[in-house]
Each structure stands twice: as structure tokens, then as C-alpha cells.
């Protein structure tokens, strides 16, 4: 019995332990860089991924985070204007300086024009290659 007190209090210990941050502390100075994938166009893995963008938002707060989404592949998807429900959120996460990459090379593959893009998505040429250079420079590579 009291072996069974002891895990579930040592439990609880660890379900409420604050996660400690690295140094530097992250500020609008020691910005966390944070890069996101995805490359499906399941529109609930979509969605698990604009949330978990959100999430480490409010974890940092925005101004403490350099956040970069790439799509390529089918989740180019993600970046279309005609695709409403998904184009709010990407637009309000660009409110607050979250940067959105599309891949030119799946544009070219799949036809999709500039136009078809949401307002104030970049363009790169290969958006695996934009993954690697980002990791290279130090960015936390996160694929949900």
C-alpha cells in the first residue's frame, strides 16, 4: 500500500513539473527558431499542425519565436486560398509574423500558380531543401 502512495505521489510530482528552459532564455533577442513540415493533405493532420503551431506560441509568446511552416508535396494544401477553414488560420498565424514557405518545385509538378497561394507566402525553390538549410542554421526541425 504504501509503495503504491509513493509511485502516485512521485506521479504527480512529474505531471506538474514546469519544463525548464535552455539557455539563452528565450526574448525577442534569443528568438527560439522553430521550423514546421508538412506534406499531406489530410486536412485533420492540417490542422493538428496549425495547433501545435499555436501551442508553442503561447508556450514562448510570439515575439520570443522565429516560426517558419514549409509545405510541399500534398501539403501545399495547406497554403491554397481556396481552401477557406485552413486559409483563416494560416492568415492569422501570419498576423502575428509566422512565415509560410511553399515549395516551387510541387507548384510546377502540381500546376499551382502564385495566385492560388494565400497573400504573403514565399516561394523557395525546393522545400526539402529549404528544411535542410534551416536545420543547418540552427532552426528545431519539428514534423508533427
Known amino acids: 500500500m504504501i509503495k503504491k502512495v509513493l509511485i502516485l505521489v512521485s506521479l504527480c510530482f512529474v505531471l506538474s513539473a514546469e519544463t525548464e528552459l535552455a539557455e ?5 533577442f534569443e528568438q527560439r527558431k522553430i521550423l ?3 506534406s499531406s493533405a489530410d486536412d485533420k493532420k492540417i490542422h493538428a499542425l496549425l495547433s501545435t503551431a499555436n501551442n508553442v506560441l503561447k508556450f ?5 519565436v522565429h516560426m517558419r511552416i514549409v509545405a510541399y508535396a500534398d501539403g ?3 497554403l491554397l486560398e481556396k481552401n477557406k477553414d ?3 488560420r494560416v492568415k492569422a498565424l ?3 509574423n509566422v512565415e509560410f514557405v511553399a515549395c516551387g518545385n510541387t507548384m510546377r509538378t502540381k500546376k499551382i500558380k502564385e495566385e492560388e497561394l494565400i497573400e504573403d507566402v514565399k516561394i523557395v525553390t525546393a522545400g526539402i531543401a529549404e528544411l ?7 532552426w528545431t526541425n ?3
Open 60 to 64: 514562448y509568446s510570439p515575439e520570443n
Open 24 to 28: 539563452p532564455i528565450p526574448s525577442m
Open 86 to 88: 485552413i486559409a483563416i
Open 94 to 96: 501570419s498576423l502575428i
Open 76 to 78: 501545399m494544401k495547406m
Open 132 to 138: 535542410v538549410e534551416r536545420s543547418v542554421e540552427g
Open 36 to 38: 514546421f513540415s508538412i
Open 142 to 144: 519539428i514534423v508533427p
